[in-house]
Structures are given as structure tokens and as C-alpha cells.
């Protein structure tokens, strides 16, 4: 994964958060329709476009927490496919599949949030 892949997902989250967290006031305020409430992310710009409603809060991060970041994702996803290679080679298959992934994923998440 590239730093450049790494700063698009972050941009994503932050932008799906940031709707999120002006459709839960909006609720709190009374001022979303009912049919509007369902959860989906998907009309969130076209919404905020339609009300004027640009928010000017931007995701800011700098180079050295990018790359930093980037470092651990990549140590992230290295350990996952190490482990779920490990787990298919116990079981005697030749391909990685879900149930290997299914497998490590709960060892794997607990390891690293320590």
C-alpha cells in the first residue's frame, strides 16, 4: 500500500464520519426528514449540495503521520497474510481462503491493539 492509497482512505472515512456525525444533529435538531433516516452514506453530498450546507472542515495530516501510518498498515497487512498463509499450510491447502482469514483475524486484531 502506497502513502498516496493510505491518505484516499483516510479522506473517505473522514468524509463518510463527517456526514455521519451532521446527519445525527440534524436529527437531533429535528430537522431531517423521516424518509431520510436509513442510515445510507450515499446521498450524504448531494444532500449537503442541495441545502448549501459545504461543511469547511478538512482532514489535515502531514507527511511525517502519513508515512508513519502507512508503515503500520503495511506491518498490518504483511502479519495478516503471513498468518493466514501459516493457517492454510496447517490445514494442508495450497491457497489462502476466507476461513483462514476468518481464522487469524480475531488473534490477529487483539495482538495489535496492544
Given at each position: 500500500m502506497t502513502p498516496e492509497?493510505?491518505?484516499?482512505v483516510f479522506r473517505i472515512s473522514w468524509a463518510k464520519e463527517t456526514a455521519k456525525k451532521k446527519r445525527e444533529k440534524r436529527l437531533l435538531e429535528g430537522g431531517i426528514p423521516a424518509e431520510k433516516i436509513r442510515g445510507d452514506d450515499d446521498d450524504d453530498e448531494e444532500e449537503?449540495?442541495?441545502?448549501g450546507d459545504s461543511d469547511s472542515e478538512e482532514m489535515n495530516i502531514t507527511d511525517?503521520?502519513?508515512i508513519a501510518s502507512?508503515?503500520?498498515?503495511?506491518?498490518f497487512l504483511r502479519e495478516v497474510v503471513h498468518r493466514a498463509a501459516a493457517a492454510a499450510e496447517e490445514d494442508g491447502d495450497s491457497s489462502v481462503t476466507g476461513?483462514?482469514?476468518?481464522r487469524i483475524l480475531p488473534q490477529l486484531l487483539l495482538?495489535?491493539?496492544s
Open positions: 492509497v493510505l491518505l484516499e449537503e449540495e442541495e441545502n511525517e503521520a502519513l502507512n508503515a503500520v498498515m503495511n506491518s476461513v483462514h482469514l476468518e495482538d495489535f491493539t
